[in-house]
């Protein structure tokens, strides 16, 4: 589908890092070829930090380092990085794409559309979700990551994660949730054509590696990547359908918070469709 490049809203995507030179080289390289280098804006946690390579363009923040435990950090983060989305609206933009830097989003490769087409042909929204695809390693057949290659070249398998249906696009200015998880004061629109692939379950050596960098309170976070490589290599049947668990989690919605995705406690894993790894990510 082809629209006229007038068409095209002005988007910018923002992330925050701290030692994670590889994910973010990723994020960088792939949110630079769909809406720009000069469009990405990055908090790295730490003066001391180093910009990937292939920063470019990129507009890179350095800000000083707090050791804080896992979930008064990600009240800390994500309030920085509602406000630069805020900022950044005022400065002009259309739409803000905000996540970690282990998290791609996806447009359906069906609709031959890039993220930036796509995205700019959303009406009447404050925020959108993609469904989540938690990407983990199969330790019965498949082998340690190379990080030379695309992962979805040599993985084949994601656990459909409400953990990872996450709001990640922004239309207007708004705050969100610890973790990119909700947007407060908003509803949770999932859109049928998008995808956020989490990657910080790719591959079980690279987590114990991420275990022994962090402190003690960031080890129960990491362990629980490692619960999604346990639960698609001990799956019997890993072709779930991903259409049913889009439909699940728009209408399911846990009681305790209205604003965010459920599923049943499902532990879905389904096999991730040839067609994404066109995109090579």
């Keep these: 589908m082809k629209k006229n490049s007038s068409d095209i809203k002005k988007i910018a995507a923002i992330t925050m890092a701290r030692n994670d030179d590889f994910f973010l080289g990723r994020w960088i390289k792939y949110y630079g070829s769909q809406i720009g280098e000069e469009n990405l804006y990055i908090y790295l946690d730490g003066l001391e930090q180093q910009a990937p390579k292939n920063a470019g363009k990129s507009n890179i923040t350095k800000i000083p380092h707090q050791e804080q435990v896992v979930h008064k950090g990600d009240k800390t983060r994500i309030l920085l990085l509602s406000d630069l989305a805020k900022d950044l609206f005022a400065q002009g933009y259309d739409i803000v794409i905000g996540c970690d830097c282990d998290e791609i989003l996806v447009v359906d490769p069906d609709k031959e559309m890039s993220l930036s087409y796509y995205l700019s042909s959303i009406k009447n929204k404050t925020s959108v979700s993609g469904l989540g695809m938690d990407v983990g390693q199969d330790l019965n057949t498949e082998e340690q990551l190379n990080i030379d290659q695309p992962f979805l070249s040599q993985r084949k398998y994601a656990l459909l994660s409400t953990r990872y249906t996450k709001p ?114």
């Design 168 to 281: 990640v696009v922004l239309f207007k200015p708004a705050t969100w949730g610890s973790g990119f998880h909700s947007v407060k004061g908003h509803n949770f629109h999932i859109d049928k054509n998008l995808y956020l692939f989490h990657f910080g379950s790719v591959d079980l050596e690279m987590i114990k590696n991420k275990i022994s960098d962090r402190n003690a309170s960031w080890e129960k976070h990491l362990k629980k990547r490692a619960r999604t490589i346990e639960i698609i290599t001990k799956s019997k049947n890993k072709n779930k359908s991903i259409k049913t668990a889009r439909i699940l989690q728009t209408f399911m919605r846990p009681i305790y918070d209205i604003n965010k995705p459920a599923m049943l406690g499902l532990k879905w894993v389904t096999t991730i469709p040839e067609k994404f790894k066109q995109i090579r990510i």
